[in-house]
């Protein structure tokens, strides 16, 4: 009777086991898209007043999210709906369907956030109303924040928080690099992510984007801790040279890595290698001044024994 009992114990195990071992990897991606909206630029060195992204420019973009294949891709400086349907329906055209798109608008009139997905989120938020003190003025976190829940194959689910926050340009001399600006939003994110995690016993989560600053600024320690709470680990990232780097600043010959991840202590373990990756196809740079980094969630690893 014991010998059967450990049998169908053991069964059970493997059974779990085989779901565990069986189930997908989900692939999710961040990819600053350098103003896919209508604009004055210059094309072909010539100047072009209220002008919509080169479809040169586009097409290379369109080959790097192919290439990568992502299930939830993260989108900043999108421009209108209109335009994020466009995408959506040219990469449909290549081949690559997103079943699920979803568009927010912040205070910001013309970037926006997006994102396109493979998989039905269950819950989508767009918090629109995170507001700071910024000198003696209330101001509002200028593109949001986008929160959409996911169910993984092994029917735990988990929360994204999408963000893009202030560049580096400012009119305000006494705050020359947005630094301060920067900082607080970061500080209003983070207050909405901890009410929307740590106080509702979510554990598992990431926070996605463009942060505009460097892994150890004031701005991306915001998200790592507050006081003795925990709140995320940066995912470090490389493309295959093993260089760093996310954002080419032209104007100043400047690599830096402004985008990427922060995993919460328990999505951590779900992130492949511990590591994400960065996009460096040739010419990737002729369609953006980011490059995409993106992750693979696992199943964490079960060990089972038996005598």
């Known amino acids: 009777m014991q010998r059967y009992i450990r049998l169908c114990l053991l069964s059970f195990l493997q059974l779990i086991l085989f779901a565990v071992l069986s189930a997908q990897d989900l692939r999710v991606a961040t990819y600053n898209l350098k103003n896919y909206l209508v604009m004055d630029r210059y094309v072909d060195s010539s100047w072009r007043p209220a002008y919509p992204k080169p479809e040169k420019e586009k097409s290379i973009m369109r080959e790097a999210i192919k290439e990568v294949a992502p299930d939830v891709l993260v989108l900043q400086e999108m421009g209108t709906v209109d335009f994020l349907e466009e995408l959506r329906a040219d990469l449909n055209h290549d081949g690559l369907h997103y079943e699920y798109a979803v568009h927010m608008k912040g205070s910001d009139p013309d970037r926006h956030l997006a994102v ?23 101001e509002t976190v200028k593109r949001g924040m986008l929160e959409m ?49 740590q106080d509702r016993a979510q554990t598992q989560y990431l926070v996605v984007g463009d942060f505009n600053d460097h892994p150890t600024s004031s701005t991306l320690r915001r998200f790592y801790r507050r006081g003795s709470l925990e709140i995320g680990t940066r995912v470090p990232a490389a493309d ?32 492949k290698a511990g590591q994400g990756h960065i996009v460096d196809t040739p010419g990737a740079l002729n369609g953006s001044d980011h490059r995409m980094v993106y992750l693979d969630l696992v199943t964490p690893a079960v060990a089972i024994s038996a005598e």
């Not at 100043?252 to 990427?260: L, N, W």
């Open 116 to 138: 396109l997905a493979r998989r039905a989120p269950y819950e989508v938020i767009k918090h629109k109303d995170l507001q700071f003190k910024y000198f003696e003025e209330r």
């Open 149 to 197: 829940s996911f169910k993984l194959d092994d029917g735990r689910s988990f929360q994204l928080f999408a963000v893009h926050l202030k560049s580096r340009y400012s009119e305000n001399k006494d705050d020359p690099g947005s630094e301060l600006r920067r900082v607080r939003e970061a500080e209003a994110c983070r207050h909405r992510i901890i009410e929307r995690t």
């Open 240 to 271: 295959s040279r093993g260089e760093v780097w996310t954002y080419f600043y032209e104007k100043e010959s400047r690599y830096e890595a402004v985008d990427g991840f922060i995993a919460s202590p328990e999505m951590y373990l779900r992130v």
